[in-house]
Structures are given as structure tokens and as C-alpha cells.
């Protein structure tokens, strides 16, 4: 595996590779790695003939009073992954490198996608999300990038971006991998002390809850929406952002349940904000 | 020469041509094609293995009150043209090609660059620009593209969206080409009535005036920027919408001229709005 830290090098790697007719595979992260990156590293791997990782915690995605400096960090294990993974190459820019001096151009969406959900509780996230994307994908440009459905809002803006600006890469979005008892893996867990990884779960079986109820009938959003709702709040620990029932594609809400569907669940428990969801697909 | 209209067959095109080794080169325009077009396309041509050029006005780059629907057009006379200069590929998208239904990503710079000179006067303006760049980039992801310095602060600004978001792609500026009688060429040349084409020629007589005394040792910019306006005002016909000395690179304003240096110009005859500027390095 290279490890290379400037976008010089990133793109000298890539276009010998591009030049011998190889498909290339790019999984952008933000580091301390968990299995459920690890699923995106190993399905990138599969289908690519070059597999690209980057590791960049991105500050313009956070908000001033967000954890950017707090956000774990390790980069000898997380390296240590991706060799192990059989990665081509690791890219691990400094802040200054994606952001230097004078920097002044973003990548925006407007409308529904960064309006809602975790755009309506982190303005500018997104904005942060879209611009570094586009950078990576015009370094790399890769053939598939591969993101986690836990990040759902992110892989509908992403996608709606690749359409808008025409990037050239298939968007694969990948399954959340949760703990055994439910809770959806996030490097943001490792915040959690024992008694709030306890109250964690409640936000899987919330949404376990609710698929159960959908698979035996409910299709009234309201109702669905306060079934999660209520059981995340018979939990005082766990502070309700949001909770939402949306159209899986576009992210509007929805009244009845029909073809794929979101439930959305943000959450505060102490410091951290915890997201995750589920999708399904109702007749 | 192929003409092509869908952003999937443009793709197709300059894919096939990439996988043979060949280099792109790309001069986007808005069609109303004339010699200082022509120019870039020429040496794109003389640079380039497969030469790639576009027309079309873009709509998200003029303003509510400006000239969007009226703007000059003939297709037949830029085909012909294009095909005489040896260019292998035209593109000719429809509106709703490039911004179809749901579109809202946009790529849009902050700062200096865009908040002066034209930028002030027509507020989203160059929004349009950098977001239409950017989606004809990552369609043709040409090795070289080819701008006209008439439009000096769009070079600028795309030249820094090139670095901000990295394309991998760099950027030919090429020399205004001027009437015999000094006007600049441009498609909205073709609004003006035979008084106000007279009168016209006082944007570049000023110009060139203001450099004649910088070369006889004139340092100070506000007498510069005084000697254009005062000689522009001569002509009652001409509105002047701004008149600034700038640096040529970063387009702050100047107070003693040193290094490189711009004199930019914008105005109003009657209707049309006609841009100039003259670029020169001062010891």
C-alpha cells in the first residue's frame, strides 16, 4: 500500500494506474476506521482493479460549535486496516493541503436534500460534505465510490450532486453495520460512555420497532413517526434532534407509506450526536 | 467534425478518444462566434489531438434584466465556422440538458475574485459561470482549456476553481483581438446602432491611452483610473459602470501601479453592456 499525503502525488499515482486500463475504486472516510467502513473498503476491493482510500477529517463540514477537534483520531491502526485490506493507496492530506491559503470555492445544493434532516440541524454541513467530495472525486476520479447508508442524507446529496455537476462515478451506497445489539457502528460511538452506550440502543430498537410495525400494516407516518419517537423518549438520556419520515430518493415527508421509505433518527446522548436509520420498500 | 447535443453521447465521444492516448483540447463558448473565438480555437487546435468546443448561453449566468433571451444566436454560420477550423467535436446542448428538472447544485466562489468589477454588477453572475464550467470540465475532462482575455476576471475565477476544487486541467488564456479601430471583439457588438459603434471606440482609445502614460513613467492609479473615466465621460452616449486598476492576478485595487497590472472598463451604450481591459507589467 502508498501512502501519499499531497494531491500531487495522489494524482500521479492514480493516472499511472488509470493509464494501464484499470478500474479504480475510491472510499472517502474521515478516519477511525470501523467494519463499517471496512464493508465499503471490501466491496471497493471486489469490484475495482485499483482501490483508493482517503482519511481526512474535513473542517468544513463541521459547525464552529461541533466536534472537529474532539473527532477521534488514529492513523497507525487505521493504516493498518487498509494494508490488511490489500488497499492500493491510502491518502492522508493535512488540512492545509485541501484547504490552503486563499481557498474560496465550495460546492452547493440548494433545496429539499440539505434543507432537511441533518441540514436543518448542521447548516453548512453539507456544503462542507459537497466541496471536499468534489475535490476527491477530481483527484482520484474514480469509476465507483462507495459510501454508508448510515449517512443516508449524504448519499442523496452526493448522488444529486454527481448528476448536477456531471461527475463521471457510479455511486455505490452500502449497508449500515451495527453492533449486535443493534446500535449502527459510527466512529462518534467511541464518545459514549458505558451508561449512554447502554441507552444507545434504544435508537435501533426504535426503528426495528417501527419496521415491524410497517411489516404488519401501519402506513400512517404520524403514527410511525410516534411510535420512534416515543420510544427513544422513554429513555431520558437520549435527546430527540429529530425523528422523520421521508421518501427514500428525494427525502420529502410523507403521509402514507408507499415504495421506499425512510425513518430518520437524530440524537444527542451527553455530547454526542448519534444518527441512524432504516429503509424499506412498501407496496 | 461530430455535432453532438446530449451530454451522454459527448461523454461517448471524448472517452473513446482518451482511451486512444490523445489529448483534449476544450474552448467552451456561447456561441455568436468571431475571430477572438476563433483565436482560442486555433490554438486549441495547434495544441490538442481532439479539439472540443461548446456553445451555449447559459442561462444561470445572467441576471433576471439581462440579455439571456436576446442574446445573439446562428448556429448554422458557428457550425460552419468550426468545421473550416478543424474542430472535431461541437457540442450544442439544449437548457434542460444541462439544468434539467430538480437541478440545484452549484459551484460558487466567495472573496475578491468574484466581488468586484463585474461580479458587483451583476450579483450570481459568475456563479453561472463556474457552475457551467465545472459540469462542461468534468464532461470533456480536457487536458487544456481556452478562455479569452476580454474576459479577464473570468480567467481569474476559474483559474482559482481549478485550484480550489482540483481539476486536473490547465487553464490557456489567450490575447484580446481587437476591431481595427481598437474595439474588443464580442457577440454584443452586434447590439450596437452605427452612432453608438462609433462611439464605442472611446473604451479602448482610453485604454490605450492610460497605457501610453504608464509607460512614460504615470505610477499613481487613481490619475490612471482618472484619465479613463474623464476620457470615456467625453462620449455622452457611453455610461461607465466601473473603471478600476487592479492587480492582474488577484484583482485588488492597486494605488502605485507595480507588477502586473490590469486596467478594466465596463459601460453602457444604451442597452448593450461592453467589458475591455488591458493587461501590462509594470518595473
Known amino acids: 500500500m502508498k501512502t501519499v499525503t499531497t494531491s500531487a502525488r495522489l494524482r500521479k499515482a492514480v493516472k499511472a494506474a488509470r493509464r494501464e486500463g484499470k478500474t479504480i475504486g475510491f472510499v472517502p472516510t474521515m478516519g477511525f476506521l470501523h467494519a463499517g467502513h471496512m ?71 440548494e433545496g429539499t436534500l440539505t434543507g432537511t434532516l441533518c441540514g436543518r440541524s448542521r447548516p453548512g454541513h453539507f456544503r462542507g460534505v459537497t466541496t471536499i467530495v468534489a475535490k476527491l472525486f477530481n483527484l482520484v476520479r474514480p469509476d465507483q465510490a462507495y ?15 454527481v448528476k448536477d455537476l456531471n461527475f463521471d462515478v457510479r455511486i455505490v451506497d452500502c449497508p449500515i453495520v451495527r453492533e449486535p ?43 410511525v413517526r410516534e411510535l420512534v419517537r416515543s420510544r427513544i423518549a422513554s429513555v431520558p438520556s437520549v435527546m430527540i434532534d429529530y425523528v422523520e419520515v421521508v421518501d427514500a430518493d428525494d427525502l420529502t415527508p410523507l403521509q402514507r407509506l408507499r415504495g421506499r421509505v425512510m425513518i430518520a433518527v437524530a440524537v444527542k446522548i451527553g455530547r454526542p450526536r448519534l444518527i441512524d436509520n432504516i429503509q424499506l420498500t412498501v407496496q
Chains 1, 2 share one sequence.
Open 181 to 223: 445489539d443493534g446500535l449502527a457502528l459510527s466512529s462518534r460511538n467511541t464518545y459514549l460512555d458505558p451508561d449512554q452506550r447502554r441507552d444507545a440502543r434504544v435508537i435501533s430498537q426504535a426503528l426495528f420497532e417501527a419496521r415491524a410495525a410497517i411489516e404488519s400494516g401501519q402506513r400512517d407516518a404520524a403514527a
Open 147 to 161: 459510501f454508508g447508508q448510515k449517512d443516508a442524507q449524504q448519499v442523496a446529496v452526493i448522488r444529486q450532486m
Open 39 to 109: 464493508s465499503l473498503v471490501e466491496r471497493a476491493r471486489r469490484e475495482n482493479d485499483l482501490v483508493v482510500v482517503s482519511i481526512f477529517v474535513n473542517p468544513t463540514q463541521f459547525g464552529p460549535n461541533e466536534d472537529y477537534h474532539a473527532y477521534p483520531r488514529d492513523e497507525k491502526r487505521d493504516l493498518a486496516m487498509l494494508e490488511q485490506a490489500g488497499v492500493d493507496i491510502a491518502f492522508l492530506p493535512a488540512a492545509d493541503e485541501m484547504y490552503p491559503k486563499g481557498f474560496s470555492t465550495y460546492v452547493l445544493q
